[in-house]
């Protein structure tokens, strides 16, 4: 995406709805830089409104509040001052439910139904469940003994890490923002955000409430803008951000570890992956088939954790394929108020050609098209938005690029095997390490294949079942580091150990 002088851009979208402004120390602001660029509903490729991109002045001026609030009133309060305030933006967020989801929806495409039952409700969670853990949590302690035999006493000491520099992706955006917001504010601590170019609505809507509970200007600032040589690079580069935490491509984030190498700032990364279900004979099919069915297609494959990699015992591997192409075939795609659509489009057309490459690239490499592989037809109002089938291919070699590389839509490629050893190697053989769902009925079995699976998150029997307390992160080249629970603490807190001697 190019940004483009805002005039001219302007006079194209003369009755946009929704501009999407920054929100720096409290206060709505179009910037200084002039540029902007019309942002595109993917379901139809009409204009929502426009986005006004941030640039150094921005973001200079979103860090300098935050480091402000972290100095003045935020910084002074007592946990349960903070934590009271938190949970009332979680019940603010509550209160505007219909007005986040119909934003959530616009910016993406998806079904309501799912953003009604994931995306919205974890927005207010991620807000709620992290100002339980913080008033929770307690610090070590150690009785010391000393050579004059009166000892000494250690403790540490959890303090805010500082300014929070928080980059999120498109594909879950408000669950995936409040997600590293959540935590980052319970702890004390304040945030700059530079939401996904293809989806600012919701984390601007998040400032009015912000404002409207009373959480003191500067703590929650929010900087539109695009990635490189823009508001993103920019953000990670200022010299007063004390940390970066990031959701995305894994590209993007070996080219934030550069910037952030710069003042030796400290980063969480939850980046890309390659994600493998393993189907053994002895699972319970059914299960399996909907799960399975949910974690290739759920948010038309737009979710990090979702299959692309499917592995089924020989012995039942035909019946699997063809119940899973039976169920992709059932899928609905259509418009996000309809209750009976599961699928929505793609997040942009410059997705759709990506995706549509790797279809195209499927079939140069031999693969047999179980089901889909093009555009399908829709209607005349939704002809014109990022639409692709669902799609099943077998058949590919272990090295074709749909099996090794992140496609990141409603696709998967199904291989037979053989033996546990063998599904093993295969799952782990790739340089990502997310998540993996294994469908057993075999508790042993379910034990023994998951302690060996090269991942942050294995799922047995189910699929993206979600408890906020555990660790979430991946290995290898999906990340670094874990949030959840206690588990984000770490990242978002600095600790001072305390030594007095007695
Ligand atoms: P992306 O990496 O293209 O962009 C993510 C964010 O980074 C955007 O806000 C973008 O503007 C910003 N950005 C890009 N270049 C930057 C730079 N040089 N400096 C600073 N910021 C920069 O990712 P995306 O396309 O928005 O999201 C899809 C990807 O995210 C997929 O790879 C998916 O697997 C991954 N993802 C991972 C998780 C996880 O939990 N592991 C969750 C969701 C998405
Ligand atoms: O559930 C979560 O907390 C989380 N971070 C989900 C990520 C989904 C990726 O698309």
Same mark, same amino acid.
């Given at each position: 995406?190019?940004?483009?002088?805002?005039?001219?851009?302007?006079?194209?979208?003369?009755?946009?709805?929704?501009?999407?402004?920054?929100?720096?120390?409290?206060?709505?602001?179009?910037?200084? *830089?002039?540029?902007?660029?019309?942002?595109?509903?993917?379901?139809?490729?009409?204009?929502?409104?426009?986005?006004?991109?941030?640039?150094?002045?921005?973001?200079?001026?979103?860090?300098?509040?935050?480091?402000?609030?972290?100095?003045?009133?935020?910084?002074?309060?007592?946990?349960?001052?903070?934590? !009271?305030?938190?949970?009332?933006?979680?019940?603010?967020?509550?209160?505007?439910?219909?007005?986040?989801?119909?934003?959530?929806?616009?910016?993406?495409?998806?079904?309501?139904?799912?953003?009604?039952?994931?995306?919205?409700?974890?927005?207010?969670?991620?807000?709620?469940?992290? *100002?339980?853990?913080?008033?929770?949590?307690? *610090?070590?302690?150690?009785?010391?003994?000393?050579?004059?035999? &009166?000892?000494?006493?250690?403790?540490?000491?959890?303090?805010?890490?500082?300014?929070?520099?928080?980059?999120?992706?498109?594909?879950?955006?408000?669950?995936?923002? *409040?997600?590293?917001?959540?935590?980052?504010?319970?702890?004390?601590?304040?945030?700059?955000?530079?939401?996904? @170019?293809?989806?600012?609505?919701?984390?601007?809507?998040?400032?009015?409430?912000?404002?409207?509970?009373?959480?003191?200007?500067?703590?929650?600032?929010?900087?539109?803008?695009?990635?490189?040589?823009?508001?993103?690079?920019?953000?990670?580069?200022?010299?007063?951000?004390?940390?970066?935490?990031?959701?995305?491509?894994?590209?993007?984030?070996?080219?934030?570890?550069?910037?952030?190498?710069?003042?030796?700032?400290?980063?969480?990364? @939850?980046?890309?992956?390659?994600?493998?279900?393993?189907?053994?004979?002895?699972?319970?099919?059914?299960?399996?088939?909907?799960?399975?069915?949910?974690?290739?297609? &759920?948010?038309?494959?737009?979710?990090?954790?979702?299959?692309?990699?499917?592995?089924?015992?020989?012995?039942?591997?035909?019946?699997?394929?063809?119940?899973?192409?039976?169920?992709?075939?059932?899928?609905?795609?259509?418009?996000?108020?309809?209750?009976?659509?599961?699928?929505?489009?793609?997040?942009?057309?410059?997705?759709?050609?990506?995706?549509?490459?790797?279809?195209?690239?499927?079939?140069?490499?031999?693969?047999?098209?179980?089901?889909?592989?093009?555009?399908?037809?829709?209607?005349?109002?939704?002809?014109?938005?990022?639409?692709?089938?669902?799609?099943?291919?077998?058949?590919?070699?272990?090295?074709?690029?749909?099996? !090794?590389?992140?496609?990141?839509?409603?696709?998967?490629?199904?291989?037979?095997?053989? !033996?546990?050893?063998?599904?093993?190697?295969?799952?782990?053989?790739?340089?990502?390490?997310?998540?993996?769902?294994?469908?057993?009925?075999?508790?042993?079995?379910?034990?023994?294949?998951?302690?060996?699976?090269?991942?942050?998150?294995?799922?047995?029997?189910?699929?993206?079942?979600?408890?906020?307390?555990?660790?979430?992160?991946?290995?290898?080249?999906?990340?670094?580091?874990?949030?959840?629970?206690?588990?984000?603490?770490?990242?978002?807190? @600095?600790?001072?150990?305390?030594?007095?001697?007695?």
């Amino acid at each position: 995406m190019t940004a483009q002088p805002a005039q001219s851009a302007r006079q194209a979208v003369q009755t946009a709805s929704r501009d999407a402004l920054h929100f720096i120390n409290g206060a709505f602001t179009a910037g200084t *830089t002039g540029q902007s660029w019309v942002n595109h509903c993917p379901l139809d490729n009409s204009v929502i409104g426009l986005v006004h991109e941030g640039g150094k002045a921005e973001i200079d001026a979103a860090v300098r509040a935050a480091r402000t609030a972290l100095d003045g009133e935020w910084g002074r309060m007592t946990v349960d001052q903070r934590t !009271t305030m938190l949970g009332a933006v979680a019940d603010e967020i509550n209160r505007r439910f219909d007005e986040f989801l119909e934003a959530e929806c616009l910016d993406t495409g998806k079904p309501m139904s799912l953003a009604r039952h994931i995306d919205i409700p974890r927005g207010a969670a991620n807000f709620k469940m992290f *100002t339980d853990v913080i008033k929770t949590v307690s *610090t070590e302690f150690f009785p010391t003994p000393t050579p004059d035999g &009166a000892g000494a006493i250690n403790y540490a000491l959890r303090k805010p890490k500082g300014v929070i520099a928080v980059i999120s992706p498109w594909n879950l955006p408000l669950l995936l923002m *409040t997600w590293k917001v959540g935590p980052a504010l319970a702890c004390g601590n304040t945030v700059v955000v530079k939401p996904s @170019e293809e989806t600012p609505l919701t984390a601007t809507l998040l400032g009015e409430v912000m404002n409207k509970v009373g959480v003191p200007k500067g703590v929650y600032n929010v900087v539109h803008g695009l990635g490189p040589n823009s508001a993103g690079e920019f953000l990670t580069q200022h010299p007063m951000v004390d940390a970066i935490t990031f959701t995305g491509e894994t590209r993007t984030g070996e080219a934030i570890m550069k910037q952030a190498a710069v003042g030796v700032r400290d980063v969480s990364f @939850e980046l890309g992956g390659k994600n493998p279900a393993l189907v053994f004979a002895d699972a319970d099919m059914d299960k399996a088939i909907e799960g399975t069915l949910r974690s290739v297609f &759920a948010n038309c494959g737009q979710v990090c954790l979702g299959t692309e990699r499917v592995f089924v015992e020989r012995p039942i591997f035909d019946e699997f394929v063809r119940r899973l192409k039976a169920g992709a075939e059932a899928l609905t795609l259509g418009r996000p108020e309809d209750a009976t659509v599961n699928l929505g489009p793609l997040i942009s057309q410059e997705h759709r050609d990506k995706v549509l490459s790797y279809y195209r690239k499927a079939v140069e490499e031999g693969a047999t098209v179980v089901t889909g592989g093009g555009v399908p037809d829709m209607s005349d109002d939704l002809k014109d938005g990022a639409w692709v089938q669902p799609t099943i291919w077998t058949g590919l070699p272990d090295d074709a690029a749909c099996v !090794t590389e992140e496609i990141f839509g409603p696709c998967c490629h199904i291989r037979p095997f053989d !033996t546990e050893e063998e599904a093993i190697a295969l799952a782990n053989g790739t340089p990502y390490g997310l998540a993996c769902a294994v469908w057993t009925e075999n508790v042993s079995r379910a034990h023994r294949v998951a302690a060996r699976m090269d991942v942050g998150l294995c799922w047995v029997n189910s699929w993206f079942l979600r408890d906020l307390r555990t660790p979430f992160g991946g290995s290898k080249a999906s990340g670094i580091g874990r949030e959840g629970g206690v588990h984000s603490l770490e990242f978002y807190t @600095e600790m001072t150990n305390v030594c007095l001697k007695l």
